[in-house]
């Protein structure tokens, strides 16, 4: 999402939100999002990393399309999408895959924005 947000032109970077949903809020907790916010650079204005209760968590992966497992201690096998919404909260669009190619993800987050005006 960080490759993402880099693509996208400053006047579109300005509008777009990112939210993050962590699928672990037994580590994940507010502190730690908070630190990992500042470790990394986050800026709050553009960027909301979320956690949240285990049963509320699986319930909007099951929304979201999303499967997750844990696999170990700390370690969860998990989808890598991210979901494009349009300001009525509805998926316009999804990226499956780590190596995939965001050219479409960035027209759909620009027609999402262009909604908005």
Do not use: C
Not at 86 to 111: M, P, W, Y
Request: no cysteine.
């Amino acid at each position: 999402m960080r490759s993402i947000e880099g693509k996208l032109s400053p006047e579109l970077r300005e509008k777009v939100r990112f939210t993050f949903i962590s699928i672990d809020p037994e580590a994940d907790t507010p502190a730690r999002l908070a630190e990992y916010r500042s470790e990394n650079k986050i800026d709050p204005e553009r960027w909301t990393l979320l956690t949240g209760a285990t049963d509320s968590v699986q319930e909007l992966a099951v929304v979201m399309g999303v499967q997750y497992r844990k696999i170990g201690e700390i370690d969860f096998a998990h989808s890598n999408i991210i979901s494009v919404l349009n300001s009525k909260g509805e998926i316009v669009h999804r990226q499956e895959g780590l190596s995939a190619d965001s050219a479409e993800t960035l027209k759909a987050i620009a027609a999402a924005q262009s909604e908005v005006l």
